[in-house]
């Protein structure tokens, strides 16, 4: 995902990185090309001459409008709900990582502050598990930085690992209280935030294998390139050779917001526009740092805005 401050509104309308423009350059320039035919076919340069009154491009502008709003929606609402559960999942690590500190008894006992701390470091891995895990990716760099070799091979062997470490979580809660440092009612609070990071899973699994319905990505994806390719012949009649500049405006807004709505639709990928998952995952590990007193890490590259999940 690209983040970037707020642009002055004429470096805007020359935003490149981040815009859907590079990948319909190619799909544009077949449009200006079929409006430089519209245009000689109704000037009589070529033998054939094809020409469509505009009124039936209007009505199905209108309809092709009111489609791809649904789309879009239908694609943010993807896209905002994975937004709030990695928003939940930063709530719940500082929790989680308040009650470690706080609720159990206080002892001088080195051992059991080594606990603690590495209690937090395995949370601090959980995020970038649920990452790799909804990327499909590999996750053994980023996990072997952060948890023991025995966890980390358990983990690596399981086919859900973030769920792997929330029950190692459970248990480390389970035997700090056989050994009688937590109290029962701790157990519980523990035990709600554990429910939290069980329904975060849930959640972003469920956004990540159910996609849109198929055919109703592919009806108004068909809708839009025809619509595009047939509207300079509606529109040579009465602008003339101003046809491939309006042709391709219109083009370009209509396959723009088709782009843009497949690509938050799968909001966990590695496109300019889906989630910054790598971002949050370090923003939330280095939260719960935060609150062991540890030095920050590095949760954006140099001269970008700070990374926020509020």
Request: aromatic letters at 10%; one cysteine or more.
């Amino acid at each position: 995902m690209i983040i970037r401050p707020h642009l002055h509104w004429f470096r805007m309308l020359l935003a490149w990185r981040g815009s859907v423009l590079p990948q319909l350059l190619p799909r544009l320039l077949v449009i200006f090309c079929i409006s430089i035919v519209a245009v000689a076919a109704h000037d009589h340069i070529l033998k054939i001459t094809v020409n469509l009154n505009p009124t039936p491009f209007s009505l199905i502008g209108i309809a092709l409008a009111i489609f791809l709003g649904f789309r879009n929606s239908a694609s943010y609402d993807r896209y905002w709900e994975a937004r709030k559960l990695w928003g939940q999942l930063l709530n719940e690590s500082r929790s989680m990582t308040r009650q470690a500190l706080t609720l159990p008894r206080r002892t001088d006992d080195a051992d059991d502050a080594a606990e603690t701390r590495e209690f937090v470091r395995v949370l601090g891995a959980f995020p970038h598990a649920l990452r790799h895990q909804l990327r499909r990716s590999d996750p053994r760099e980023d996990l072997a930085a952060r948890l023991p070799a025995p966890l980390l091979e358990r983990v690596m062997e399981s086919r859900y690992r973030p769920a792997t470490i929330m029950l190692w979580l459970a248990e480390w809660v389970q035997r700090r209280a056989r050994e009688g440092k937590v109290e029962s009612w701790t157990v519980l609070a523990f035990d709600r935030n554990l429910n939290g990071l069980s329904d975060i899973i849930g959640g972003c699994e469920r956004i990540a294998s159910t996609p849109l319905p198929f055919a109703y990505s592919v009806m108004i994806h068909r809708t839009v390139y025809f619509f595009c390719a047939a509207l300079p012949f509606g529109l040579v009649d009465s602008i003339g050779i101003f046809t491939p500049i309006f042709s391709v405006f219109v083009a370009y807004t209509f396959m723009a917001l088709e782009a843009i709505a497949s690509q938050i639709e799968e909001p966990f990928g590695t496109e300019d526009n889906d989630l910054a998952l790598g971002a949050m995952s370090l923003f939330i590990e280095d939260a719960t740092r935060d609150l062991l007193a540890e030095p920050a890490l590095e949760t954006q590259a140099p001269g970008q805005p700070p990374f926020s999940l509020s």
